[in-house]
């Protein structure tokens, strides 16, 4: 049988690392499997639902190098969730409830202060036809709570390996609301059983879910896919990601110039004890793959760490590489292999260009340097043609005429130069901006 897995978010608002992390996983794994990969946005929420959160999501895998087999939106799929659910009432799955959400909020309270787990009671079990038909002459409408088995639920984690679900420990889920739409679950089971989807890959903040959904599925009588829960992402205080994931949205990483393929190596290599490397492709990341090689406890990542992955791949980048990321700027090895290490993100290509080919302007980083040492500097400068070891026989004479050693020396000719206290090695630089450009620097 063929693998098929889902990514299923909700465009309620931007992917960030956490949501990332997930549909990467199932991707990774419908890859190396030889399996499906479906995008299924999960829309039933039509007040916070968007288009423009949707787009967005879309843009945000394609930029990771995510593609996916199939897409479907469960705001499409209305009459597939009413065929289940009169399914699950002629079965006697589902009851109907009339409590309203202060009378659970003070139930909850209740149970809380007398020591007990806040689970609902299943007082409306008891209620008569009589005491149902006088709620709705009030003007309830009930809601309707699926009814848990009384056994002990058993199964295989993926990651956590064997796990349990015994009776009492989570309240029967609403599964129809009071205005007739559905959270979560019974399009989520409807939805799996419906398109053959045999593993589910999650974060573990979903486990209850899981075991939920497995008995959703038994009432249906549909096939039971594999779980796979991995543990969320935390920060570098050990914090779960989600408290922070503002600062981390992948619309945010990608305008700030991280390299996707930086976020696809953490990613999938977090949890797990392979590091994070900027040699490998995402093709590699499909081959080392293995579900299995996620550990229980909960990985941080390390916003520093991403950055200076994604600057390593840029630096492992080469030449014809480099002028494929940058179509609309002309440029030769030299100059790439000259800058490349230097750069932090790919755009960064562009000041360097103007620095070595364009008449830049620096003069407001030079204010302080002296006038009389640049001109010297400006006199000693060699003719022309010039290649890596002009810069070393230009300053040795420097030093010697005006005796400035090190930083003395170096810094105020970078400066006067490129207008930065650091960069790429003058050595080559410096047949790059070539002799014109460096008198004119020198003597502004």
């Not at 309830?140 to 058993?154: C, I, K, N, Q």
């Not at 494929?324 to 000041?351: G, P």
Request: with cysteine; net charge negative.
């Amino acid at each position: 049988m063929t693998n098929f897995v889902r990514f299923a978010p909700s465009p309620t608002g931007k992917l960030h690392l956490g949501n990332a992390r997930v549909a990467l996983v199932n991707w990774l794994f419908a890859r190396k499997s030889g399996g499906r990969f479906l995008l299924r946005y999960d829309d039933t929420d039509k007040a916070r639902s968007t288009e423009a959160f949707a787009e967005g999501i879309t843009v945000d895998l394609k930029w990771l190098g995510l593609n996916w087999d199939q897409e479907a939106r469960q705001s499409q799929r209305s009459e597939k969730y009413d065929a289940a659910a009169e399914r699950l009432r002629q079965k006697g799955f589902l009851y109907p409830c009339y409590e309203t959400a202060e009378e659970l909020d003070l139930k909850r309270k209740l149970a809380r202060a007398a020591g007990r787990p806040p689970i609902y009671d299943r007082a409306a079990l008891a209620l008569s036809v009589d005491e149902r038909k006088a709620f709705e002459a009030a003007g309830r409408t009930p809601h309707w709570r699926f009814r848990l088995p009384d056994t002990t639920l058993v199964w295989t984690d993926l990651v956590h390996g064997s796990m349990q679900f015994t009776k009492g420990s989570a309240s029967d889920p609403i599964l129809i609301r009071e205005d007739g739409t559905y959270p979560y679950m019974l399009p989520s089971v409807v939805d799996d059983a419906e398109f053959g989807i045999t593993h589910i890959i999650r974060g573990d903040d979903h486990i209850a879910n899981g075991a939920i959904q497995i008995a959703v599925m038994q009432a249906l009588e549909t096939e039971i896919p594999q779980f796979a829960h991995l543990p969320l992402l935390a920060d570098t205080g050990g914090e779960k990601l989600s408290k922070r994931v503002g600062s981390l949205s992948l619309e945010l990483l990608r305008s700030e110039g991280i390299e996707p393929l930086a976020i696809d190596i953490l990613l999938a290599r977090l949890g797990t004890s392979h590091a994070p490397e900027a040699n490998v492709t995402l093709d590699g990341l499909v081959s080392e793959f293995d579900i299995t090689a996620f550990g229980l406890s909960m990985p941080r990542l390390d916003d520093t760490q991403l950055r200076r992955l994604s600057a390593d791949i840029i630096h492992h980048l080469s030449y014809t590489e480099g002028q494929q990321r940058i179509r609309d700027l002309s440029f030769t090895e030299e100059f790439w292999l000259a800058v490349r290490t230097n750069l932090h993100r790919i755009d960064e290509v562009r000041d360097w260009y103007r620095i070595c080919y364009e008449q830049a302007d620096i003069s407001t980083s030079r204010a302080d340097l002296d006038g009389s040492f640049l001109r010297k500097a400006a006199d000693l400068l060699p003719e022309e043609p010039w290649n890596k070891d002009t810069w070393k026989a230009w300053t040795t004479k420097i030093s010697s005429t005006t005796g400035a050693k090190g930083k003395a020396l170096f810094l105020p000719l970078r400066l006067a130069l490129t207008g930065y206290e650091h960069g790429p090695e003058l050595a080559a630089l410096l047949p790059l901006i070539g002799r014109q450009r460096a008198l004119e620097r020198l003597a502004s």
